[in-house]
């Protein structure tokens, strides 16, 4: 059973610019979540996709967009980068049942926007 | 606002003795709380977790207790170890789409 994967591991962007980060689920879930993750703070949920549909959306701007694949790989896109953008984007997945709530995380992507 | 506050930003163990991690929230809308443990570089990695429907969970060395009435849960972890030395999270959830909500994190350190 393979894990939560991410790439890429660090990414440096220019204000402005757009980035796409990419996750690969863990066989078996059919939810993903991405969280983002600035210095000195815990995780802030952005949001999360069930069967290939946004259901569920933390306080994050429209720019902040994804999408989930047949496979549960997902991408998280950032549009018109911002310095405060600059965090650990975090990608978890789950089983989508009412029994279990836990969701399992990958080692993240850096995003740091100059 | 913060729903989710672990208000020691670090806590200092000695090896063998039980640690104990405080987590208070706000939200009575909470179903579902879980903990959270990171290493430097890695992302968290689910502890343990308990349904407000219950008041204690245990699983090996690590055990929560959740205080309803409080708004309060707390994870012990006995015998400290090591290995343990990581930033705890704490976390909760009404379920669904809902996402976790995370508090700041504590960071325990286990002296030998």
């Known amino acids: 059973e393979t894990g939560v994967t991410q790439s890429p591991t660090h990414l440096i962007k220019t204000r402005g610019q757009q980035v796409t980060l990419r996750c690969s689920s863990q066989?078996?879930?059919?939810?993903v979540s991405w969280y983002q993750q600035a210095l000195g703070q815990g995780p802030q949920f952005i949001f999360q996709?069930?069967?290939?549909?946004?259901?569920g959306r933390g306080n994050f701007p429209p720019r902040f967009s994804g999408l989930q694949f047949p496979n549960y790989s997902s991408e998280l896109n950032v549009n018109a980068l911002e310095l405060d953008d600059s965090a650990l984007y975090l990608c978890?997945?789950?089983?989508?049942?009412?029994?279990?709530?836990?969701?399992?995380f990958g080692p993240g992507t850096r995003l740091t926007v100059t | 606002d913060q729903q989710v506050k672990q208000n020691s930003p670090s806590l200092s163990v000695q090896e063998g003795r039980i640690s104990i991690l405080n987590c208070d929230y706000t939200?009575?809308?909470?179903?579902?709380f879980l903990w959270y443990k990171k290493y430097p570089a890695e992302g968290p990695t689910f502890l343990i977790s308990?349904?407000?429907?219950?008041d204690k969970n245990e699983d090996g060395r690590f055990t929560v207790f959740l205080n309803k009435s409080a708004k309060h849960l707390s994870l012990h972890i006995v015998p400290s170890q090591p290995g343990d030395s990581a930033v705890y999270f704490c976390?909760?959830?009404?379920?669904?789409?809902?996402?976790?909500?995370f508090g700041k994190g504590t960071h325990l350190i286990i002296q030998p």
């Open positions: 978890a997945s789950g089983e989508g049942t009412s029994l279990s709530f836990e969701q399992y």
């Open positions: 066989s078996g879930h059919n939810t």
């Open positions: 996709y069930y069967r290939e549909e946004e259901n």
């Open positions: 939200n009575s809308m909470f179903d579902y």
């Open positions: 308990i349904s407000s429907i219950k």
């Open positions: 976390a909760a959830t009404r379920g669904g789409a809902d996402g976790l909500t």
